[in-house]
């Protein structure tokens, strides 16, 4: 009788401990601070962002509500809210010496030598700006080495194009419009805001419904390839007739019709924004 007691209270334990656990990283996860290990750059040090207030309050009036202003280094209860030197460095020296001495990391031109931290670049400001975003967003990095990709790696475009990292979410456009998220895009692909007679319905849902923003394996940088795209959304449905199982998408036969090219490029629905002529968005 003892070792099934022994057992029941030891997976009771276990139990226990996994919810624990759960409950930790639930709690963990509420929390709209995130904690950063930053480089130590010597000859300075971390100031905090409440020291640079004093000199730039246009900035940091609006900086309090950006995604970035969350972040903490990372020394225990000591944390100190390096939200702006999280980019551009302790400033410590740049705030002893009324501005003179510059922070480590400054996106302008002439700036300094390349330094490990990766923004003191010799190149033009675009290239130093990805540099430092990478330095966090490594996984973005990688999506810019794919085949298909906005030309950001190329100095063509920087992150702040797309993202605001001094004011509100980093993502421009937002607020509360469904449709204000495709702002960003639109500014430089007009020719796909329309107005249409005929809307593709996935373009109230986001660009990024089909596209991703960063990079992609696929062309246009889609995120998937052919006519799986389109199937996310137009659902197959099998029908047999006669003796023949047919393949019907919005009520229309398709059998044929999937064998000979994506959706768009075998000349059926080559209006994939939005058509003024046609209701099935052909042209």
Not at 8 to 18: P, Q
Not at 19 to 42: D, Q, W
Not at 242 to 253: A, L, N, P
Request: charged share 20%; glycine share 10%.
């Amino acid at each position: 009788m003892i070792q099934p007691i022994f057992h029941y209270w030891k997976r009771t334990a276990s139990v226990l401990g996994v919810a624990l656990l759960l409950a930790t990283a639930i709690s963990c996860s509420t929390v709209h601070r995130t904690v950063v290990e930053l480089p130590n750059v010597p000859g300075t040090y971390y100031a905090g962002s409440e020291q640079c207030d004093l000199c730039h309050d246009d900035v940091y009036k609006d900086f309090v509500t950006a995604d970035h202003a969350g972040l903490l280094m990372a020394r225990g209860t000591n944390a100190l809210d390096a939200g702006c030197e999280s980019c551009h460095g302790p400033c410590g020296a740049h705030a002893d010496s009324g501005g003179s001495t510059m922070p480590p990391y400054v996106f302008t031109a002439g700036r300094g030598s390349r330094s490990s931290y990766g923004a003191r670049l010799s190149d033009e400001p675009p290239r130093s700006e990805e540099t430092v975003c990478y330095n966090c967003h490594a996984d973005v990095r990688a999506q810019f080495q794919l085949p298909d990709h906005h030309p950001v790696p190329e100095g063509e475009m920087a992150c702040t194009d797309c993202h605001d990292p001094h004011r509100g979410s980093i993502f421009k456009g937002g607020g509360t419009a469904l449709l204000s998220e495709n702002d960003v895009c639109l500014k430089c692909h007009p020719a796909q805001q329309g107005p249409y007679v005929f809307e593709h319905e996935a373009l109230r849902e986001g660009c990024t419904t089909c596209h991703d923003p960063h990079g992609s394996i696929n062309a246009k940088l889609l995120t998937e390839r052919n006519a799986n795209l389109c199937l996310k959304c137009h659902f197959e449905q099998p029908q047999m007739i006669g003796t023949t199982m047919h393949i019907f998408i919005g009520g229309s036969d398709h059998t044929q019709r999937l064998a000979e090219g994506t959706c768009w490029t075998a000349g059926c629905h080559e209006a994939v924004h939005g058509s003024r002529v046609d209701a099935s968005l052909r042209f």
